[in-house]
Every structure is written in structure tokens, then in C-alpha cells.
């Protein structure tokens, strides 16, 4: 009897978190997978389907783009470039119709080489599917340095005012 209440214990935890947070996580596991499959493809229109028809990104060192139409140029880029990105999420914090998800990122190009960083994700629940609405990135690199400042020369001295 007591190996069996155990069993259904551990059997019963699963669906008690997916309960707990609307089926969130699942859906964003799910979300990325398909993200991922996507980047593998180099197909920017699936990444952009991805996201709700009102989304918007917010990428680093640009303006945000709102719409999938927007996002799918914006991503267009990406898809050509890398080959494969590979979404790990930390953190789950479910809002109702919401969750927001705290991830890292990697990126590889052919020869498995790019960068790193960490985004936070806003996803929206539509039906019963978690689309994300507001995605924010940055990579784990540090920012360039700054050119160096030019040599200046000094500034000739004014003329001597004419005598009167």
C-alpha cells in the first residue's frame, strides 16, 4: 500500500506543476524546439510564426521591431548566417495568460562557431499555444573598445587684433 500512494506521488509532481503554471514551461520548451528547428532550416518566415501576431522584439543596438512581417526581416539576417542556435531556459515565472522566461542562447555558424548571451521572453498565451510577445536579447561579449581618441593639434593662436 505504501509503495503504491509513493508511486502516485511521484507520478501525480508533473502534472501538479504543469497545473500550477498553466502549462507554461511545456509550452515554452515546446516554443523554443520549434525556434531551434527553424534557425536549422534557416527559414526566418517559421521563426517569425513563432511569435503573436502583435509581438514585438527588442534586439540589441537597434530599433524594436513590432510584427511579424518586421520580425521576419529582422531574423533574416540571423537565419543566413548561423546554422544552429540552441535556447536553454533558466527560469519560469507564469502571469496568468503570461509567462516570463529567463533563457541563454548560442548561436554556431558552419563552423560551429558563435556567440553567446541571455534573453528574457514574454510569452502570451493564445489558445493553446504560447507565442512570445516581447523578446529582448544581448550577448555575453563584452561592447567594442572605443576607438582611440584622434591627435589633436593645437589650435593656431588668433591673429593680433589691427592696430587703430
Not at 95 to 101: D, K, Q, R, S
Request: hydrophobic share 45%.
Amino acid at each position: 500500500m505504501r509503495r503504491t500512494v509513493l508511486t502516485l506521488l511521484a507520478c501525480a509532481v508533473p502534472f501538479v506543476a504543469q497545473a500550477a503554471d498553466g502549462g507554461a514551461k511545456a509550452g515554452i520548451d515546446a516554443g523554443n524546439r520549434k525556434f531551434e528547428a527553424a534557425v536549422a532550416k534557416g527559414d526566418a518566415a517559421a521563426v517569425a510564426k513563432l511569435y503573436a501576431e502583435d509581438a514585438e522584439i527588442l534586439p540589441p543596438n537597434a530599433p524594436p521591431a513590432r510584427g511579424r512581417e518586421a520580425i521576419q526581416k529582422e531574423f533574416a539576417g540571423l537565419v543566413g548566417a548561423f546554422k544552429k542556435i540552441t535556447l536553454k531556459t533558466q527560469e519560469v515565472h507564469a502571469l496568468g495568460n503570461f509567462a516570463l522566461e529567463v533563457s541563454s542562447w548560442k548561436l554556431e555558424d558552419a563552423s560551429g562557431k558563435g556567440p553567446e548571451g541571455k534573453a528574457m521572453v514574454l510569452w502570451k498565451k493564445n489558445g493553446s499555444t504560447w507565442q512570445l510577445y516581447r523578446d529582448m536579447w544581448s550577448g555575453n561579449a563584452p561592447p567594442p573598445s572605443p576607438p582611440p581618441a584622434a591627435a589633436t593639434t593645437p589650435a593656431a593662436a588668433p591673429a593680433p587684433a589691427p592696430a587703430k
